[in-house]
C-alpha cells in the first residue's frame, strides 16, 4: 500500500533522510536508492509517495519512493487564452474581411439594388460565421 509523506530530513552527502507520513506516526527512513531512476535529487518539504518494509534491524524503511508531482500551470486567464488562438487564426480572419470587402465593393449582380446586396452579402457572412463556430465545438 502507497503512503504519502514529507521529506523532514535530509543528508544529501551520505544519501538518506526522514520522510514524516501524512497519516502520522514515526518518521520512517529512505535512502537514496530507493528513489525511483531519473527523479531529481530530494528537496526537504518534498511531498513524496512511497511503500514501507522492515529494514535489517525491524526498523520501518521507505521504499519505491517517488515524488508527487504537483500540477504548477495556474489556470489561464481569459486574455492568456486569447493569446493562444495562434497566428494562423490571427492572419485568417483580417485575410477573410479583406477579400469579403473587396467582393463586396467588384460584384454586381445584376438584379440586386445595393441594399438587397448587403442583405445578400450578410446573410452569407452570418451563416459562415455560424458554420465555423459549428466546427469548433
Given at each position: 500500500?502507497?503512503i504519502?509523506?514529507?521529506l523532514?530530513?535530509?543528508?544529501?552527502?551520505?544519501?538518506?533522510?526522514?520522510?514524516?507520513?501524512?497519516?502520522g506516526?514515526?518518521?520512517?527512513?529512505?535512502?537514496?536508492k530507493?528513489?525511483?531512476?531519473g527523479?531529481?535529487?530530494p528537496?526537504?518539504?518534498?511531498?513524496?509517495?512511497?511503500?514501507?518494509?522492515?529494514?535489517?534491524?525491524?526498523?520501518?524503511?521507505?521504499?519505491n519512493?517517488?515524488?508527487?508531482?504537483?500540477?504548477?500551470?495556474?489556470?489561464?486567464?481569459?486574455?492568456?487564452?486569447r493569446?493562444?488562438?495562434?497566428?494562423?487564426?490571427?492572419?485568417?480572419?483580417?485575410?477573410?474581411?479583406?477579400?469579403?470587402?473587396i467582393?463586396?465593393?467588384?460584384?454586381?449582380?445584376?438584379?440586386m439594388?445595393?441594399?438587397?446586396?448587403?442583405r445578400?452579402?450578410?446573410?452569407?457572412?452570418?451563416?459562415?460565421?455560424?458554420?465555423?463556430?459549428?466546427?469548433k465545438?
Amino acid at each position: 500500500m502507497r503512503i504519502e509523506g514529507t521529506l523532514k530530513s535530509w543528508d544529501d552527502d551520505r544519501g538518506f533522510g526522514f520522510i514524516e507520513p501524512t497519516q502520522g506516526g514515526q518518521d520512517i527512513f529512505v535512502h537514496i536508492k530507493d528513489f525511483s531512476r531519473g527523479t531529481a535529487r530530494p528537496q526537504i518539504n518534498q511531498a513524496l509517495t512511497f511503500e514501507v518494509t522492515l529494514g535489517q534491524q525491524g526498523k520501518k524503511r521507505a521504499v519505491n519512493v517517488q515524488p508527487i508531482r504537483v500540477n504548477r500551470r495556474p489556470p489561464l486567464t481569459e486574455r492568456q487564452a486569447r493569446a493562444q488562438l495562434g497566428a494562423a487564426t490571427l492572419l485568417a480572419i483580417p485575410a477573410f474581411m479583406a477579400v469579403y470587402g473587396i467582393v463586396t465593393i467588384l460584384w454586381h449582380p445584376p438584379h440586386m439594388d445595393r441594399v438587397s446586396l448587403r442583405r445578400h452579402q450578410s446573410y452569407h457572412l452570418y451563416c459562415l460565421c455560424q458554420r465555423q463556430i459549428r466546427r469548433k465545438t
